[in-house]
């Protein structure tokens, strides 16, 4: 018989279906017509890993040893016999599911698939040059990722030998002090779960479309938005749909209409956003304390003020946010932190694996890829393209302004515009809305909602000649709202 190298077990792991099969046939293996019965013996498993189908034993690929006995190698080698009965596709342990991604740019969208993609694998390393640099956009076209796994679990345990719940770990160290010295303790260790030898092994296969940032560095949104419809399109349905928040972002109106936009399309494709979940990134496990109570209400309202927008089509009531009458999406948070204890390190282990059982588990929902709905799809006006009619404006009003300071240095009656406000007004036209589309909180009382919806038109507010300057400039036309940017 010929003998499977580790290498092609591992690629074998991570292989469709199809691939699998082949190499499990061209090895000299049948598949057993009772699919939940596991191979226990090599009898029993015509082939098994470190076996042939004659009971000879061989070097285990798993392992490397030649006498090799371990439970963990032959449940690996009783799940690939069993993949398949026949040609009976209802009886493959494989689950599959889709999974769309949106979220701002440098929200973490990149990293947490590169994270999906170290959690199925361990001998994957997570690939650098694919992540966003904090700076620049990275993802440029809507991209589609297979990703694989058997769903690894993992535990802690503490220098006793006792395991470590850290579901718990709060509730157990009552204390903000004793619950960081547990959160980063040094003594403890991460061990993956040993699988019951008596069942498969789980075996997921995910297809993740990973779509460009929203509000991207280089105001290329209008652009990306009918990429990303085309390819969602060519999806069909989603199992889930994340939307991803960097949680230290504070959420401005620009920010708002962007997800009003993608909120009216997913609305438009499916009818509905019950496939929807949130995953706030760059969350500090360390400030997740329940005495912590002013980070957790922050956190709280956030979530709930974005679960409005997808909960109501686009619209944001900010009465019925303050009133709690919405019930907030799924909500998961995740530390990418790189230098992780194991206890910090397992807790962002097991919630990749939520997110991947909570994929596979939800039913697919259908997306209307007729031509009269894509159609629809394509006229819902995108809030970009207003914003580069204002932009265009107020780079305009600037220039002109400019060209006035440079002209009037001598006269003492001329509006003076200082180079700050200039700047403020350039590096501040992205987030430029219309005044009537762009209602902010602070309408309905700024003080309970501090960091929520800002308005993003920059405050020029300094001495009255450069205040005066910009008002003369932005009176030209621009429809800019009641007010120049407070932060909330």
């Given amino acids: 018989m010929e003998e499977l190298t580790k290498a092609e077990v591992y690629e074998a792991e991570e292989t469709p279906f199809d691939k699998i099969k082949e190499i499990y046939l061209r090895l000299g293996g049948v598949y057993d017509t009772d699919p939940c019965k596991p191979a226990e013996t090599p009898a029993e498993a015509p082939i098994v890993f470190g076996y042939d189908y004659e009971g000879s034993l061989q070097k285990c690929d798993f392992c490397g040893e030649g006498e090799c006995n371990k439970s963990e190698c032959k449940t690996k080698l009783a799940y690939f016999s069993h993949i398949y009965d026949g040609d009976n596709e209802s009886n493959r342990s494989c689950r599959t599911g889709s999974v769309l991604m949106f979220g701002k740019t440098q929200a973490g969208k990149s990293t947490f698939i590169e994270c999906i993609r170290n959690y199925s694998s361990s001998r994957y ?113 989603f199992n889930l749909i994340i939307i991803i928040i960097n949680c230290k972002d504070t959420p401005s109106i620009s920010h708002q209409l962007a997800f009003n936009y993608y909120s009216k399309v997913i609305h438009t494709f499916q009818g509905h956003h019950s496939n929807i979940v949130f995953l706030y990134t760059h969350v500090d496990y360390e400030k997740c304390h329940h005495s912590n109570i002013e980070h957790l209400s922050v956190m709280r309202l956030q979530h709930k003020a974005f679960s409005q927008l997808f909960r109501c089509r686009g619209s944001y009531n900010h009465e019925d946010v303050a009133n709690a ?55 819902i006006p995108h809030p970009d393209k207003l914003n580069k009619t204002q932009r265009s404006k107020i780079l305009e009003a600037t220039r002109i302004l400019d060209q006035r300071q440079e002209g009037s240095r001598d006269s003492s009656d001329a509006p003076a515009v200082s180079s700050k406000c200039s700047r403020a ?34 405050d020029c507010s300094g001495s009255r000649e450069e205040a005066d300057g910009c008002s003369d400039g932005l009176d030209s036309g621009i429809s800019m709202g009641t007010r120049s940017e407070r932060t909330l």
């Fill in 125 to 237: 390393d997570i690939d650098e040059s694919l992540l966003g640099t904090g700076v620049r956009s990275k993802t440029r076209e809507p991209v589609q990722l297979v990703v694989t796994s058997n769903l690894p679990a993992y535990e802690v345990f503490d220098s006793n030998e006792m395991r470590i719940d850290i579901n718990a770990l709060g509730d157990k160290h009552q204390d903000p002090e004793d619950y960081l010295d547990a959160l980063n303790d040094r003594k403890t260790t991460l061990r993956p779960v040993p699988h019951n030898p008596g069942t498969l092994l789980p075996f997921v296969e995910i297809t993740f479309l990973d779509t460009p940032g929203i509000k991207d560095t280089n105001g290329r949104d209008v652009e990306h938005a009918p990429k990303i419809i085309e390819a969602m399109a060519r999806m069909k349905s």
């Fill in 425 to 458: 007004l350039e590096d501040n036209v992205i987030g430029a809305v219309d005044g009537d589309r762009a209602t902010d909180l602070s309408t309905y009382g700024r003080e309970d909602w501090i960091g929520y919806f800002p308005e993003t038109i920059p």
């Fill in 325 to 379: 009458s919405i019930e907030p999406y799924l909500m998961y948070n995740i530390d990418f932190a790189k230098s992780q204890r194991p206890v910090a390190r397992c807790m962002r282990l097991m919630t990749l694996r939520k997110i991947l059982t909570h994929a596979v588990s939800s039913p697919p929902v259908a997306l209307d890829i007729s031509w009269s709905n894509l159609q629809r799809i394509k006229e």
